[in-house]
């Protein structure tokens, strides 16, 4: 923000901020912690179960429930996304929103409450999308109210966007490097300090209302509370292939996000989506939802049974991404940043069968934990905010920041070399097309 001359203004300013951490932060809390409570409601409405840490996934619930709670809800937020996106002011991008374009009210506040809707009937997309979208349409009306000019503007909406994420995830570091990192661009001390404010005002106040609890049970790695150095040997290994994947994950979230249905399509291609989900949840309930049970399932994964797990473990590879990737096609909103642990987790367990034949003093769930934030980093292009993300959620101890830390290094930087490769051959087929075409 522009510093400006005088007593009087530099305290003005200093109010301004104060209340943009203080007030905005606290409001951005409270919606987070009520579409928590939002997401458990529609939970027990639907499936007649709430997710946690010990119970991650509909085991319990018939299996036609899970059909008919994920069917009927996308029938429903088809209709209402068709009649959003045709009949009135389309909500757009965080991103376009930091930008400037206006968000309007009413229908932001529609389509929020239509992405936790579907993630809590059951549909495989995330659900961080929606807490950080209503963040920025508070930043901006906050940012009338006092007059922002358009530099201020684009903090302030970065910033309560990325509180929104905090506070939903109880993620006041990674929120704040999400704003750093993704939306801003900008390490300056008064954007830092703002994001990281924010983040924790919003993080603290949803607490307050929905509970603080440990998103991800860690029971598994049982005492191995420090990491070995054969653990950052295999993040080297779980950077590389995490890397590759992420890289591709990314492309194809990309993909599905620009191929969506732009008319009545999203009517039938939306259920057609849920009912494939219903049917693969008869045998993989950990598919449904944001992915948070998928990753659970690795993260207490243990070497004795690979014989029963591996072939689960490669079928919930498989079937999350995919089924990610197609709802997204048919026409919903939501994320795919817990999709993208949920798959760096399972990936990274994987590999970890493989490892402790070699080092039997690492666990399955250390080697989960590296692949989740080496995947998610890759994915997102964040390594920030995909290692603190990880670790506020699953609250290892600090010194496996260590593996983690070499697994997002080398994943960024494999997955940056191939997105980066693949751009430049996409652009070199482009100029041989018209080349040919000339």
């Known amino acids: ?187 300056s001390i008064e954007t830092v300090g703002i994001a990281l404010g924010t983040s924790v005002v919003s993080a603290y106040v949803a607490s307050m209302i929905r509970g603080r609890d440990t998103f991800y049970g860690m029971a598994a790695m049982g005492k191995a509370v420090v990491p070995t150095w054969s653990l950052s040997l295999f993040a080297v290994l779980a950077g590389i292939i995490c890397g590759m994947a992420g890289a591709m994950f990314r492309k194809g979230s990309q993909w599905a996000e620009g191929n969506k249905p732009k008319g009545a399509g999203i009517l039938w291609m939306m259920p057609l989506a849920a ?18 049970s998928v990753a659970q399932y690795a993260f207490a994964c243990v070497a004795g049974k690979a014989g029963s797990l591996i072939p689960v473990l490669l079928a919930l590879l498989v079937a999350k991404a995919v089924l990610t990737l197609g709802t997204i096609r048919a026409g919903a909103s939501g994320g795919v940043l817990q999709p993208g642990i949920s798959l760096g987790a399972t990936l990274g367990a994987l590999l970890g069968f493989a490892w402790v034949l070699v080092s039997p003093h690492d666990t399955i769930t250390a080697c989960a934990l590296v692949g989740a934030t080496a995947l998610l980093a890759a994915s997102q292009q964040a390594p920030l905010m995909a290692m603190c993300l990880v670790m506020e959620l699953t609250r290892a101890p600090i010194a496996f920041f260590i593996p983690v830390g070499i697994g997002v290094v080398v994943s960024a930087l494999v997955s940056k070399t191939f997105l980066d490769a693949l751009k430049r051959r996409v652009s070199s087929a482009e100029r041989k097309t018209r080349r040919s075409v000339v």
């Open 1 to 187: 923000m522009e510093q400006k001359n005088g007593n009087d203004s530099g305290l003005k300013r200093l109010g301004v901020i104060a209340a943009v951490i203080f007030l905005l932060g606290a409001v951005v809390g409270v919606s987070s912690g009520l579409l928590g409570l939002m997401l458990s409601g529609v939970e027990r409405l639907m499936l007649g179960y709430v997710e946690n840490p010990q119970d991650p996934s509909p085991y319990q619930v018939a299996a036609w429930r899970r059909i008919a709670s994920i069917v009927g809800g996308s029938i429903f937020a088809a209709v209402v996304w068709w009649l959003l996106r045709t009949k009135t002011t389309k909500v757009p991008s965080v991103k376009k929103a930091v930008a400037g374009e206006r968000m309007p009210v009413w229908q932001t506040t529609v389509h929020v409450l239509l992405q936790i809707f579907i993630v809590g009937a059951g549909s495989s997309v995330g659900r961080e999308v929606a807490p950080r979208e209503f963040g920025a349409m508070l930043g901006q009306r906050f940012s009338g109210l006092v007059h922002l000019d358009e530099r201020d503007q684009k903090i302030v909406v970065a910033c309560a966007a990325a509180a929104g994420l905090a506070g939903v995830y109880d993620a006041p570091l990674a929120g704040a490097f999400f704003a750093i990192e993704i939306l801003l661009a900008d390490v």
């Open 275 to 292: 009912l494939a989900t219903g049917v693969v949840a008869i045998w993989l309930p950990q598919i449904m939802g944001n992915g948070r």
